[in-house]
Nanobody
Framework: QVQLVESGGGLVQAGGSLRLSCAGS????????MGWFRQAPGKEREFVAA????????YYADSAKGRFFISGDNAKNTLYLQMNSLKPEDTAAYYC????????????????WGQGTQVTVSS
């Protein structure tokens, strides 16, 4: 059974940093294409960042470029999202997911999801 467990969320002031973790079990994450999404109250889930561990390529939403960095640790079977220069508009629940088929931009392309971790950025 594949499980993804996010952690690392919390309350931070604008300009601060957080590192989110996504620990996997039941599957070797380094064989996968994975993504981070976020969802604010009343809004649709949106793409933040993605990584192909096999090819070492990363992808970012425009809102994340230059501030967020996605990476993985094979030994720990864990995906990370380093978030710097946080803004109040980054406030959302953040989810990691394993992609199936389709574009990495869309939640419908992902087969497995974690339960999410809340990030709140105060102004």
């Amino acid at each position: 059974q594949v499980q993804l467990v996010e952690s690392g969320g919390g309350l931070v002031q604008a300009g601060g940093s957080l590192r989110l973790s996504c620990a996997g079990s039941g599957r070797t994450l380094s064989n996968d294409f994975m993504g981070w999404f976020r969802q604010a109250p009343g809004k649709e889930r949106e793409f933040v960042a993605a990584i192909s561990w096999i090819y070492g390529t990363t992808y970012y939403a425009d809102s994340a470029k230059g501030r967020f960095f996605i990476s993985g640790d094979n030994a720990k079977n864990t995906l990370y999202l380093q978030m710097n220069s946080l803004k109040p508009e980054d406030t959302a629940a953040y989810y990691c997911a394993i992609k199936g088929s389709g574009s990495y931009l869309y939640p419908s392309s992902y087969n497995y999801w974690g339960q999410g971790t809340q990030v709140t950025v105060s102004s």
